[in-house]
């Protein structure tokens, strides 16, 4: 008998985060082989998913669509936040660049000297 390959340690911590007590939310985003950029975040509504995809245009990077994703995120939290307490609030990711990002204030190489 074949045994099953095991998922990715990182698809394994968002399945045990399904369903744990608090918020988790997912989030991505890309650019398509058009230049079209967009993102998407869906969490968990009760037993239901809820999400939102939005689509930003064309001249801009999939960096910028992730940053974007992971905003929306954190203000989808916080909206649920006022509403009922939430306890721990989950984001998962795979932009590690953007999260590096949102570290800090400081304006990015391609940024220092514009405004």
Not at 69 to 75: E, G, K, T, V
């Amino acid at each position: 008998m074949k045994q099953k390959k095991k998922p990715p340690i990182k698809q394994q911590e968002a399945r045990k985060a399904d369903g744990q007590p608090g918020l988790t939310l997912w989030t991505d985003g890309l650019r398509d082989q058009n230049g079209g950029v967009g993102y998407a975040v869906v969490w968990r509504k009760g037993k239901r998913w809820a999400g939102r995809k939005v689509h930003m245009g064309y001249y801009q990077e999939a960096y910028d669509a992730e940053c974007a994703a992971i905003a929306r995120a954190l203000a989808v939290a916080a909206r649920q936040a006022k509403r009922h307490k939430l306890g721990r609030v989950r984001i998962f990711t795979d932009a590690q660049a953007a999260i590096a990002r949102m570290t800090h204030d400081e304006p990015t190489p391609s940024r220092r000297g514009k405004r």
